[in-house]
């Protein structure tokens, strides 16, 4: 580092001072423009791809501030390019539940009934201090208290507490107490066998309402078949509200 400034001239120092602070502003400029195009996900909730992305683009930023023997313009693409997969890439997931699960992940369950699931531990990267750490944090220390604990894509840990001591349920139904039987138009097959529904029954329930399954932006339901529906256009309206 020293030698650097062995030989140097003043106006040399200030010259190439000026140009690593013009970089570092510039890359300061171009993240926050690129981020905000990609969105606040990209910071509230990272997924793999997303952690990687960030990586990238922010090693980038930094070589661009600091490397000057190198055109300015060359990092700025390089940043576009990542921004411009990252904003493909969430376009289609947001269009394909396949590929949505392909670069999102699905929710690992870690807990069914107060019974660790081991196998689904090693699935998500957690050992058993991991989970309880993570259930302690929630509030819950005896993990007999747990009705469902699952992994979220984004790595936090949801749960769903037993129903009351009080009540001595005996028939504890191994499933979730509701789930996602339509998203973005397309019916969950899987979701559907969760709560110990069909195909069947769920358009049999949709035909009642005068519904078409493609028209829906999210529907849920729960074992007892209290089918809640949202419409995409509804949807929309409630959104637009808050702009």
């Known amino acids: 580092m020293w030698d650097y400034f062995d030989g140097l001239s003043a106006g040399e120092f200030w010259t190439d001072f000026g140009d690593v602070a013009l970089r570092a502003f510039l890359s300061i400029v171009v993240l926050f423009i690129l981020t905000k195009l990609m969105g606040n996900k990209q910071i509230s909730q990272l997924n793999?791809?997303?952690?990687?992305?960030?990586?990238?683009?922010?090693?980038?930023?930094?070589?661009?501030?600091?490397?000057?023997?190198?055109?300015h313009h060359f990092f700025v693409l390089a940043m576009v390019i990542y921004t411009i997969i990252t904003v493909l890439i969430t376009y289609i997931a947001r269009k394909s539940i396949a590929m949505r699960r392909f670069f999102n992940g699905t929710p690992v369950p870690l807990?069914?009934?107060?019974?660790?699931?081991?196998?689904?531990?090693?699935k998500a990267g957690?050992?058993?201090?991991?989970?309880?750490?993570?259930?302690?944090y929630a509030g819950y220390f005896n993990i007999e208290d747990v009705q469902y604990a699952l992994e979220e894509t984004d790595?936090?840990?949801?749960?769903?507490?037993?129903?009351?001591?009080?009540?001595?349920?005996?028939?504890?139904?191994?499933?979730?107490?509701?789930?996602?039987?339509?998203?973005d138009g397309k019916i969950m097959t899987n979701?559907?066998?969760?709560?110990r529904?069909?195909?069947?029954?769920?358009?049999?329930?949709?035909?009642?309402?005068?519904?078409?399954?493609?028209?829906?932006?999210?529907?849920?339901?729960?074992?007892?078949?209290?089918?809640?529906?949202?419409?995409?256009?509804?949807?929309?309206?409630?959104?637009?509200?808050?702009?």
């Not at 997303?50 to 190198?70: L, V, W």
């Not at 049999?204 to 419409?231: Q, V």
């Open 48 to 71: 793999f791809f997303d952690y990687i992305i960030g990586i990238s683009i922010g090693s980038i930023a930094a070589e661009m501030a600091t490397t000057t023997d190198r055109p």
């Open 111 to 122: 807990v069914e009934n107060g019974k660790i699931i081991e196998k689904n531990l090693v």
């Open 126 to 136: 957690f050992d058993v201090n991991d989970l309880l750490t993570e259930l302690r």
């Open 155 to 183: 790595g936090r840990v949801s749960i769903i507490p037993r129903p009351c001591e009080d009540l001595k349920i005996t028939d504890a139904k191994p499933t979730l107490p509701q789930s996602d039987v339509i998203i």
């Open 191 to 195: 979701n559907l066998k969760s709560v």
């Open 197 to 243: 529904k069909s195909r069947e029954w769920l358009l049999e329930e949709l035909k009642k309402r005068n519904k078409n399954h493609k028209d829906i932006l999210l529907a849920t339901s729960d074992y007892d078949g209290n089918l809640t529906i949202m419409d995409k256009e509804v949807a929309a309206k409630k959104y637009d509200r808050y702009n």
